[in-house]
């Protein structure tokens, strides 16, 4: 859920109402898809009144689409046309596509690549290899950094510093949500430190165990982490450090010489 925001920001550089424009996108939820102006003035924390100046410019920009049948908003597709850009640009995700696909596939189960994006890791590419309809991941999608095998990857190999700057701030958001993971964080800390992966076994989604490893080097000076998530009825007991687990550190060392090639050519 979007936290309210504040009416004033410090800085007066700060363009508020483009803030408050784009706390009423981040809003919206998967599972969620349609939401009334007072859906949104209740997790904003904006009136009313401000909600439906947002709302109505955002329909004439495409941004936001208006559901008479439900008398609700729901996401534009101006949206994606938005994203193409990012997406595109990355080339990594072009190049690992194929490998990300056989992966999947041997698996049974998804294999994805994502980028940190605050407290949470955003999916920016993913492959399917399996027919479980409750787990789909997408792109777009997000995970939170403590329960994810994916968030705990990139928390491993961060510096000291900023992976410590990290974790505080997690501590003081939600000092419940710390004490549950704290434990899956010690041992995804240890693991990665021994074997160059992470692992988490149902901390995000119960009936999925998964495994992820980050790239050691920077994709256009982003850090980069590839996961492996599979249903846990797919799995024997040692399956995912066993098995999946050598096949992803297999995919990111060919991935990385791909690049490595493709910068010497």
């Known amino acids: ?82 994203s193409y850009p990012l997406l595109a640009s990355i080339r990594l995700r072009q190049l690992a596509r194929p490998l990300m696909a056989r992966l999947a596939e041997a698996a049974g189960g998804s294999a994805s690549l994502g980028m940190r994006h605050g407290d949470h890791m955003v999916y920016v590419e993913t492959c399917r290899g399996h027919d479980a309809v409750a787990f789909r991941p997408d792109i777009g999608a997000m995970l939170p950094l403590l329960q994810s095998a994916m968030g705990r990857a990139w928390l491993a190999q961060a510096d000291a510093a900023e992976a410590d700057g990290v974790l505080q701030g997690l501590r003081r958001q939600d000092p419940a949500a710390w004490q549950r993971n704290a434990a899956g964080w010690e041992q995804a800390r240890r693991d990665y430190a021994a074997h160059g992966y992470c692992v988490a076994e149902g901390y995000w989604h119960a009936d999925v165990h998964a495994v992820a490893v980050p790239m050691r080097r920077q994709v256009d000076g982003q850090v980069f982490v590839f996961n492996c998530g599979v249903p846990v009825r797919r799995l024997r007991a040692g399956d995912l450090r066993r098995r999946i687990a050598p096949r992803l550190l297999t995919l990111v060392a060919r991935v990385e010489k791909l690049l490595e090639r493709q910068d010497a050519a």
């Open 1 to 82: 859920m979007t936290p309210p925001i504040a009416r004033r920001h410090a800085d007066p550089a700060f363009a508020t109402t483009l803030a408050h424009g784009l706390a009423v996108l981040q809003t919206f939820r998967h599972g969620e898809p349609a939401l009334s102006n007072r859906e949104l003035s209740d997790r904003t924390g904006l009136s009313k009144a401000t909600i439906s100046r947002l709302t109505y410019t955002l329909v004439q920009r495409g941004l936001l689409r208006y559901d008479a049948s439900l008398r609700r908003y729901r996401l534009g597709t101006a949206l994606l046309s938005l």
